[in-house]
């Protein structure tokens, strides 16, 4: 993506304009940020996704007793009638399911991936919505059908509503008002308050339009979870010592060797009546460990990559349509929808695990990652290794066969 070259989507500034002057600092509307945009998902359709057990989905509803939310799998009939006013479907993680939401997804890549999380879908009866409340992460809201009334607030009062099932502000101000019509978007940084509510709409061929919205919404790591989560991962690593080969100061030749875990040991621990006291040397010991395990730069790295590329619990991917030998000159590899890619300068991050590249191997797998796809005509620059690694990806069902006509991936 060209990151100087002005977008509708972005009210025509171009991506380094946008996140100069707006990412986490000012809200931004943008009138026909896709212009004649249509739903990627029918109502029906949406539906549909929200009965699978493994998709994500909650149902809200909010009437005369207050707000209730209920989560899926939902079938069709237990859902409330369309006619029925105030009630809200949020389907999570569309573009893990669907090509077209994958797709869009695509154009907010001005973002790295490592900050990209996923696209939600929210289908609303008029009055419909999830109440006031702020978001601890950055939002896009794009308006795919019908209309939404969004009123927001930079409020300094995020105190939350008690014995509610949602995070509903106590005391919501609203500073801004604005009605979304069909391709219009909103950004809203984090800790923004909002609140949209669903309106009953006509589109263009006379018929009630359905209120659905896109929310196309962005991960933003605790420091206290990271830290947890990377310590935990660098523990693992320390269980397999690093020596360095002799006389070698660039660290080539590493080899490892597993030597078990280092045990702490107190041979000269001395008899004592205070049992319930923890001993000094034991909380010198883990001071030290923690510090040695966070002294190795790559394993850091290494460490926070596979946390950041890791697929949530309910991803899983399903083996290839097709054979792929990768001798075959004749086409191109995509990575699937589901799949997440990284790099740093040292290491290539897939799905949680990593892999050590240097070389054109490297440069090879990172315009994989950037691009989400290899033409044949690149693949045929791949090392025999680059390949075999690949072909393991192409059978765990990672990276799938692109047919040459469309560039579309293989079904499976």
């Known amino acids: 993506m060209d990151v100087n070259q002005a977008l509708s989507l972005l009210a025509g500034l171009t991506p380094a304009q946008f996140m100069r002057r707006h990412w986490q600092k000012k809200p931004?509307?943008?009138?026909?940020?896709?212009?004649?945009?249509?739903?990627?998902?029918?109502?029906?359709?949406?539906?549909?996704?929200?009965?699978?057990?493994?998709?994500?989905?909650?149902?809200?509803v909010q009437n005369k007793t207050g707000w209730r939310m209920k989560p899926g799998p939902f079938a069709a009939r237990s859902l409330p009638p369309l006619s029925q006013a105030e009630w809200t479907l949020l389907v999570q993680g569309v573009d893990l399911h669907d090509?077209?939401?994958?797709?869009?997804?695509?154009?907010?890549?001005?973002?790295?991936?490592?900050?990209?999380?996923?696209?939600?879908?929210?289908?609303?009866?008029?009055?419909?919505?999830?109440?006031?409340?702020?978001?601890?992460?950055?939002v896009f809201l794009l308006q795919a059908s019908g209309r939404r009334r969004w009123k927001i607030s930079k409020q300094k009062d995020l105190t939350l509503q008690a014995d509610v099932p949602l995070k509903i502000l106590q005391n919501f101000e609203p500073g801004q008002e604005f009605v979304l019509e069909a391709g219009d978007m909103l950004y809203?940084?984090?800790?923004?308050?909002?609140?949209?509510?669903a309106e009953a709409a006509t589109g263009p061929d006379g018929k009630t339009a359905d209120c659905m919205t896109y929310s196309i919404g962005f991960r933003a790591p605790a420091r206290g979870e990271l830290a947890a989560e990377l310590l935990h991962r660098l523990a693992e690593f320390s269980e397999d010592a690093t020596e360095v080969s002799p006389g070698d100061a660039e660290g080539q030749g590493v080899r490892r060797t597993?030597?078990?875990?280092?045990?702490?040991?107190?041979?000269?621990?001395?008899?004592?009546?205070?049992?319930?006291e923890l001993p000094a040397t034991l909380a010198t010991?883990?001071?030290?460990?923690?510090?040695?395990?966070?002294?190795?730069?790559?394993?850091?790295?290494?460490?926070?990559?596979?946390?950041?590329?890791?697929?949530?619990?309910?991803?899983?991917?399903?083996?290839?349509?097709?054979?792929?030998?990768?001798?075959?000159?004749?086409?191109?590899?995509?990575?699937?929808?589901r799949t997440r890619m990284m790099y740093d300068k040292h290491h290539v991050f897939m799905n949680g695990e990593s892999y050590r590249a240097k070389g054109?191997?490297?440069?090879?797998?990172?315009?994989?990652?950037?691009?989400?796809a290899l033409s044949a005509r690149e693949l045929g620059k791949a090392s025999p290794d680059a390949l075999d690694l690949l072909a393991d990806w192409h059978e765990a069902g990672w990276v799938r066969v692109a047919l040459p006509s469309v560039g579309l991936p293989e079904h499976s």
């Not at 809203?188 to 509510?197: E, F, K, N």
């Not at 597993?258 to 004592?272: F, S």
């Open 28 to 60: 931004l509307l943008v009138r026909q940020a896709l212009p004649g945009f249509k739903p990627v998902l029918s109502r029906a359709e949406l539906f549909n996704l929200a009965a699978r057990e493994e998709v994500e989905s909650r149902l809200i």
């Open 99 to 138: 090509e077209k939401a994958h797709q869009l997804l695509q154009q907010f890549r001005f973002v790295p991936d490592a900050r990209l999380d996923d696209l939600m879908i929210s289908f609303a009866t008029p009055g419909g919505g999830v109440g006031p409340h702020f978001d601890s992460y950055d």
């Open 188 to 197: 809203l940084p984090p800790r923004y308050a909002h609140d949209g509510i």
């Open 258 to 276: 597993n030597r078990g875990p280092v045990l702490y040991r107190d041979p000269d621990q001395t008899a004592t009546a205070t049992p319930a």
């Open 285 to 337: 010991f883990a001071a030290e460990a923690v510090l040695e395990a966070l002294q190795d730069p790559l394993a850091v790295a290494c460490a926070l990559g596979e946390y950041m590329t890791e697929v949530k619990p309910s991803v899983w991917f399903d083996a290839p349509g097709t054979e792929w030998d990768p001798s075959d000159g004749g086409v191109g590899i995509c990575l699937d929808a």
């Open 360 to 372: 054109a191997d490297a440069r090879l797998m990172q315009r994989l990652a950037d691009q989400r």
